[in-house]
């Protein structure tokens, strides 16, 4: 196989430019020199695979405009992605007030209609332990025999208005009553609650118990006529017990126990008319968070 060899060698002569080189190519079966060494001829034998590289001088100035683009650029992503963020945590944040706020509303709202129902029922019993109270002072109280057995059937049943305070609960316990923004709004709910924890306590814990009675009813009363009054057919709490419908056995006449029958009577009332009071000012107070639960957040 025949074998080519490439020699580049320099012969300047004077005049000569000193970067023209004098190429040779030397082959067994080669009969001439090649001493034209244009810039052509070159370009032939030099692989096309061969870079010539230039040394290349930088715009300074250009740069710096480049860097300070790139920075801002960079600057710019970084602070708009600070504010989308914060824009959706705003987002978040006014999404969680509101399903608090639609939660309180609806608590309220069924609050309002047991308070009533309540209230209502008080003011009844209230009445009937009234009327108690005056057959028990009167000189005669076997005129009105089968109705003391039926008022104090009434002293042995009750009821209490229990607040939906689930959603207070979880906003107190978890902290997250800091998504009310509204500080006087949130100052009325605390009242709410604060005031119906006090009726709790005061009005609902002082209700006579009814075991308290039953030295009292087997004193005076024949159990089988006490016990017949029991409706089983009730539809509501006014209906618990039914007025007699025929004579019973007279109450008898212990003044220790009538006494006592009398001192229980009063009590009742007194526990109860207190109940309305408190009931009408959490009634009062519940209506008119209502109304700016509604204002705050549109909610119908």
């Given at each position: 196989m ?8 320099s012969?300047?002569?004077?005049g ?5 080189p ?12 090649l ?14 695979s061969?870079?010539i590289?230039?040394t ?5 100035s250009?740069g ?24 959706r945590e ?10 608090y ?9 069924v ?5 009533q129902?309540?209230?209502?029922y ?9 009327s ?53 709004l ?10 119906y ?27 089988g006529?006490?016990?017949?009054l ?18 019973f056995?007279?109450?008898?006449k ?30 009062s ?16």
């Open positions: 025949n074998k080519r060899r490439v020699r580049v060698k012969n300047i002569k004077p000569q430019d000193k970067y023209q004098e190429i040779v190519l030397t082959n067994p079966d080669a009969h001439a020199i001493t034209d060494t244009t810039s052509a001829s070159i370009d032939k034998i030099i692989p096309e061969m870079e590289h230039h290349s001088h930088h715009d300074k250009k710096r405009k480049s860097y300070f683009f790139d920075f801002m650029m960079l600057f710019l992503a970084i602070t708009a992605g600070f504010f989308v963020e914060n824009q705003h987002y978040l944040e006014h999404q969680r007030e509101k399903q706020a639609r939660s309180l509303y609806d608590d309220l709202k609050d309002t209609s047991i308070i129902r309540v209230t209502d008080k003011k009844w019993n209230g009445e009937k332990m009234d108690l109270l005056t057959i028990l002072a009167s000189p005669d109280i076997h005129r009105q025999n089968e109705l003391i057995y039926y008022f104090e059937r009434l002293m042995t049943v009750n009821d209490v208005f229990t607040a939906q305070d689930v959603t207070y609960q979880q906003l107190q316990s978890s902290g997250n009553f800091r998504y009310i923004s509204n500080n006087e949130y100052k009325e709910i605390s009242d709410y609650y604060n005031l924890h006090r009726y709790q306590t005061m009005i609902e814990d002082n209700i006579e118990n009814v075991a308290s009675l039953s030295e009292m009813e087997s004193s005076l009363f024949h159990a006529d006490l016990s017949s029991f409706n089983p057919d009730s539809k509501g709490i006014t209906s618990v017990f039914n007025r007699p419908g025929r004579k056995h007279p109450v008898k212990d003044d220790y126990f009538l006494n006592y029958f009398y001192i229980k009577a009063a009590n009742r009332r007194d526990i109860q008319t207190s109940s309305v009071i408190w009931l009408m000012w959490l009634h107070k519940a209506i008119k968070i209502l109304s700016e639960l509604e204002k705050e957040y549109n909610l119908i």
